[in-house]
């Protein structure tokens, strides 16, 4: 081959305990989203994850029941994708080091503002009526993701940090 581009790094061995497959494929809360794929963290660190996504179907629940919200499709399906890729960051191996990729700013932004801006602030009322009532410990909290945490979209990092094509095509319907 003629190829004389050289890597600059070699690609970063596969470090089991760093990056593993998502581990409940079958019946876990993003098995939909996430499949096989390799995420960023040790099994008991996914389990933990998977438990505070549990607990946030049931923050969406209480939504229902105590406030008589109805979250809409296009925001859950939004959510679900934010909230697994962000619980569970894809495993990028484009430099030397294996790192977790994480969501975007602007993505979260998106999300908060165009997909969820009702349903959030719902969520936003919600956790401080159970933060100041007797239901504190028995109803879960929306664990809302603070977005000016997160890296910015092109912004130079390593890893690029995860924006779903569908929010660039304005088309939340077509998350599988």
Not at 9 to 37: A, V, W
Not at 83 to 90: D, G, I, M, S
Not at 108 to 126: D, F, M, N
Request: include cysteine.
């Amino acid at each position: 081959s003629n190829n004389t581009c050289v890597p600059a790094h070699p690609p970063p061995l596969m470090d089991q305990s760093k990056c593993q497959p998502y581990f409940k494929t079958e019946n876990g809360y993003c098995s939909r989203i996430l499949g096989r794929r390799l995420v960023f963290g040790s099994i008991v660190n996914q389990k933990e994850k998977e438990k505070r996504l549990v607990d946030f179907a049931m923050a969406k629940a209480a939504l229902r029941v105590l406030q008589e919200f109805e979250i809409s499709k296009s925001c859950i399906r939004a959510v679900d994708d934010i909230y697994c890729n962000h619980y569970f960051p894809e495993c990028d191996n484009t430099s030397a080091t294996l790192l977790p990729r994480p969501v975007c700013r602007e993505a979260c932004e998106i999300l908060v503002l165009r997909y969820c801006k009702t349903e959030w602030s719902k969520a936003q009322q919600l956790n401080k009526m159970l933060s100041a009532s007797q239901f504190r410990g028995q109803v879960k909290h929306f664990d809302l993701i603070n977005c000016t945490e997160l890296p910015s979209q092109q912004g130079g990092n390593i890893p690029e940090c995860y924006y779903p094509k569908q929010f660039t095509e304005g088309d939340v319907q077509s998350f599988s």
